[in-house]
């Protein structure tokens, strides 16, 4: 195998494994913080409306974390930049 | 099946005009016939729309909201029809390049400290940046990387979506697809909730006094 195979498949295998792992933890965090949203809700309706407010805008923080992997992901599998040196 | 990279349409005199550029300008003609429309035929609509803008940026902002719900409402109607229009088949929403998330992320940036320093005068927010004087260089990166993370979250969600859409119409390309690109005109409308509401934010927090935001936000 030459090496411009070998950085393609380390490429592939690479950014298969940063999606699985940077989408799980995220989506755990994430399900964790609208369940505790929901709870105080329920606890407190009162509140809901700010609450709301604040729950989208921490998802969206936190949903950008999955978004940077999957950015990584699509630079490593569309534009790599390894890989100019072997295919010219 | 479209490309992740939007591609060059023509060029004038050098410059590469692409295909996001012509439907951006495609999203301001139909935003600007919205407008001619509705003004026509429905009076109060247009003031609803900005009632609403009013009360929830005021919600955010405490009390001061009104010099900036003209930047954040064309924030909100430019973002939120450019990613809707990205289910309609041939045309490309505007924030599939990352140039235009950029753009928009920029002009948030400035604005931010244009505010800033017209509310407090140049000394005053430089040293409003600096009170801790230890936190200075922290303050300095959350700058740049909060810039950062609303252009590349919004172009993340819309390319994130299309290329889902797209995925699932190679498929299965008869029905399938139709919830998802409902669920990308949902998602492109909450990031472009999502987007003003942090920008609103962020100039709450340059315009405010030395205590923190949060304060200001219970407040509404």
């Known amino acids: ?57 921490s998802m969206a923080i936190l949903e950008s974390t999955a978004i940077y992997v999957l950015l990584i992901c699509l630079i490593l599998l569309f534009a790599n930049p390894l890989l100019g040196r072997f295919f010219q | 099946m479209r490309g992740v990279f939007p591609e060059v349409v023509f060029t004038v005199m050098n410059v590469p005009v692409r295909d996001t550029v012509i439907s951006t300008w495609f999203t301001m003609l139909l935003i600007l016939t919205m407008v001619f429309v509705v003004r026509r035929r429905w009076r109060g609509a247009l003031g609803i729309l900005v ?49 235009t998330t950029v753009a928009l992320a ?21 040293k409003g940046l600096a009170t801790p004087l230890f936190t200075l260089p922290l303050e300095l990166i ?39 690109i409902a669920f990308g005109i949902f998602t492109g409308v909450l990031q472009a909730y999502i987007f003003t509401v942090l920008a609103a934010v962020y100039i709450a927090a340059a315009v405010a006094g030395n205590e923190p935001v949060k304060t200001k936000k219970k407040r509404g």
């Open chain 1, 1 to 57: 195998m030459d090496s411009g195979t070998l950085v393609t498949v380390v490429t592939i295998v690479a950014s298969a494994a940063a999606i699985t792992l940077g989408t799980i933890i995220p989506a755990l965090m994430e399900g964790r913080a609208v369940s505790k949203a929901l709870e105080g809700m329920t606890r407190q309706p009162e509140v809901a409306d700010r609450l709301r407010a604040t729950l989208f805008i």
């Open chain 2, 51 to 99: 009632s609403w803008l009013l009360e929830n940026v005021s919600a955010i902002m405490g009390e001061r909201a009104d010099p900036y719900v003209s930047l954040l409402g064309t924030l909100a109607v430019f973002i939120g029809v450019a990613n809707a229009i990205g289910a309609v088949p041939i045309v490309v929403s505007p924030t599939h390049d990352i140039n």
């Open chain 2, 106 to 126: 920029l002009i948030v940036f400035f604005s931010v400290h244009y505010l800033g320093v017209k509310q407090k005068g140049l000394l005053g927010y430089l």
């Open chain 2, 142 to 180: 959350g700058q740049l990387s909060r810039t950062l993370s609303l252009a590349l979250r919004l172009f993340g969600n819309v390319l994130s979506t299309e290329m889902v859409v797209a995925v699932i119409f190679s498929l299965l390309p008869l029905i399938v697809p139709v919830p998802l």
